[in-house]
């Protein structure tokens, strides 16, 4: 199961928004089309938004015709860049792709793309080490809770929260997790699909039954992914993140974010400083098309924001850090991004 799959200037995404029911696969061919695939979540995720851009800019650069390469490609990466506003792993791989671009038209289509399946494979190996580094408290009998969907389908390969999931089950390991259905786009539901799918035991609960498993006792930890890491170890993820670190930590629940390097921020100091997207109000009127409420008037955050002082420990490529500001810096001054 693959969300991304591009080959010689062909950019082929899984349309998330008709999972579980419907595989469609579809070709992107313009710049404009990756960019509303972005905003209308065909593809979504922070890696995966990622990887998805810097494949829209070698669509845009292959589809230059004349003038000035640089100020089209300009045009290209900012229309790109305003798809979303949470996920910094977009603006971290646009800048990593700007940098590449020369006046060689040829040139830089062929280095743009070869970047471009880099960030890809890195994103693997980092969900691989991320799996690494979590995989030893997925034991036989434990159980996980697990919120919106840091999966396969949100990454390359193997997601970042599910990978040790992944590994474990690829080991023998008998364990069991259970999947918040992560209301109002139910992304929860696509992560109990990618699981299910692997012969992973997954069950699936409504968001407002996640406390009372932690209160059964019966929650081993809380993995979650991240959208946006601030310096001071803030964690911006998918709305109702919050709830599950303050239940979490009431209940004496471990409370792990997996968060690969690209995933932070340094610019920004804390979480409150963090752009939080607010989507349609449909998302939350609505439901396959059927109307849920008559009350128009809707607040829609698409994510929120813990502060570092609930979670237990950021799991990235590198280990497990503390989710704090010096334990960032030692990471990130060892030249780890
Ligand atoms: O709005 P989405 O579906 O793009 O949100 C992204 C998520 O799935 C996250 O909340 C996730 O934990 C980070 S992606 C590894």
Known sequence: ???????????????????????????????????RAIEEMVVRGAPAIGITAAYGTVIGARKFVSGDFKVYMQKVIKRLWHTRPTAVNLHWALERMEQIITDDV??????LEQ??????????????AIGNTLKHLVQDKTAFLIHCNPGRLATSDY????APFYLAHEAGVKFKVYSDETRPRLQGALTAYELSDAGIDVTVITDSTAATLMQQGKITAVFVGCDRVAANGDVVNKIGTLPLAIAAQYYGVPFYVAAPTPTFDLKVANGADIPIEERHASEVTHLAGQSLTSVQSVYNPAFD?????????LATEHGLIEASQEAIEELFRKGER
């Open 159 to 162: 997601g970042t929260a599910t």
């Open 106 to 111: 040829d040139d830089s289509i062929q280095l």
């Open 305 to 313: 924001v813990t502060p570092h002082e609930l979670i237990t420990a």
């Open 115 to 128: 970047e471009a399946r880099l960030i890809e494979a890195e994103d693997t190996d980092i969900n691989l």
């Open 1 to 35: 199961m693959r969300a991304i799959n591009y080959d010689d200037g062909q950019l082929t995404l899984l349309d998330q928004t008709k999972l579980p029911t419907e595989t469609v696969y579809k070709t992107y061919e313009s710049v404009e089309e990756v960019a």
